[in-house]
């Protein structure tokens, strides 16, 4: 059984940053990618970063240059460094692992808040 487990969320004040981290326990073989997704109010989940097998990056217009998304495959954890962090960045924030076939697990979320 896989779980995803978030942290690392809060309130900041705008420019300020954050690091949210995804510890991920069961089964680390066979993943295809991981990522970061988050959902403002009233919005639809959205993709904000993802990290394949091999290390390669794909990041939402709107957080590039700011966030940076990494693994530690030792700790099984992911992290999402956000910097520069705008109001507009305020969403509930969601680990998801992607196996290969198809297969995906989503954690809970962790909250960020943005005040200007």
């Known amino acids: 059984q896989v779980q995803l487990v978030e942290s690392g969320g809060g309130s900041v004040q705008a420019g300020g940053s954050l690091r949210l981290a995804c510890l991920a326990s069961?089964?680390?073989?066979?993943?295809?990618?991981m990522g970061w997704y988050r959902q403002a109010p009233g919005k639809q989940r959205e993709l904000v970063a993802t990290i394949s097998h091999d290390g390669m990056t794909n990041y939402a217009d709107s957080v590039k240059g700011r966030f940076t998304i990494s693994r530690d495959n030792a700790k099984n954890t992911m992290y999402l460094q956000m910097n520069s962090l705008k109001p507009e960045d305020t969403a509930d924030y969601y680990c998801?692992?992607?196996?290969?076939?198809?297969?995906?697990?989503w954690g809970k979320g962790t909250l960020v808040t943005v005040s200007s």
């Open positions: 069961g089964n680390s073989f066979r993943i295809n990618s």
């Open positions: 998801n692992l992607l196996y290969w076939g198809g297969m995906d697990y």
